[in-house]
Each structure stands twice: as C-alpha cells, then as structure tokens.
C-alpha cells in the first residue's frame, strides 16, 4: 500500500511530512473498506517515515491491529531493497503481509519480483494496494500479481 497524501516538502528535509487532512480522511475511508470486506494482516510493515507511519497506523486501529505493526529501515526510500527481500524470505509462505511505503520504492519492488527487475508501466497511486503472492525464494524472490486497485475502487468494494 502507498502512503496517503502529505504535506508539501519543507526544505531538504521529506522525514517529518505528514499526512495531509484530505490523506488522513482517504486512508480512513480506505481502511474502513478494508474492514467491511474482511480483510486482516498477520504483520503491518511501513516505513518508519512521518507520513508512512500514519498511513499504517489508521489503518492498524480501524483494524484492531495495532499490536502487529513494524517499523522496517529497509523500506525507507534509500532503504535496501536486497534486505527487505531476506526479510521477507524469512516470513512463512502463508503469512499476509501489509507493507505500507514510498511510491517510487514500491513500484521499483514491484518490477523486481514481477518483472526480474526491468522497468514497465505499473501505476500505483497514494492510497492504492496491490497483492502480489511470493511464488520463488529461490534463487530470487519472484511474485505473481493478483491484483492492482485505485483508491477510488477500494472504497467502492466496501459499500
């Protein structure tokens, strides 16, 4: 899941940006689907940053999940993808995973266990969710998509 909407960049400094009124208000509305539809994480994993961490933990209390949550360094945006992936290999096979970050950081993740690293065209806009199940640990981590929602048809499958 890409983080909600924040704040506007303050100088060098993107750590502290939270999330904006409207990006707390579609995470809510997003999480609340969530619930309608019965979905559950064994874990939350996000990005330790400002904005990130918001995202995860509205999501987590609309969930009553806010015990499983875990701040991951390797999904900082210059965090190191090759140890998320080690982190992830050492998960059980059937364990659901929320990972909650950065644009630019998840889309690049995506074309590594989808495409073998080659870039391509996935759009993954603030607030929407993808599912990839892990097909291969070995020799790389590989996944296959099963699904790529907007926000927009999120909230609509909650009604």
Do not use: C
Not at 123 to 144: D, F, H, S
């Amino acid at each position: 899941m890409r983080h909600g909407e924040s704040a506007k960049r303050l100088g060098r400094n993107n750590n502290l940006r939270s999330l904006t009124f409207a990006g707390h208000r579609e995470v809510e509305e997003i999480a609340t689907s969530f619930k309608e539809l019965g979905i559950k994480f064994d874990f939350i994993a996000t990005s330790p940053i400002k904005g990130v961490h918001q995202t995860a933990l509205i999501v987590a209390r609309i969930l009553n999940q806010e015990k499983k949550i875990q701040d991951w360094n390797e999904l900082r945006p210059e965090g190191n993808r090759q140890e998320l992936y080690q982190k992830l290999s050492q998960l059980s096979q059937q364990s659901s995973l929320l990972i909650v970050g950065h644009g630019p950081y998840l889309i690049r993740m995506m074309y590594d266990l989808l495409l073998g690293g080659k870039s391509g065209q996935i759009v993954l806009k603030k607030t929407g969710l993808a599912r990839i199940t892990i097909t291969t640990y070995v020799p790389r981590l590989k996944g296959e998509l099963k699904w790529l929602l907007t926000p927009t048809l999120i909230k609509n499958m909650g009604k």
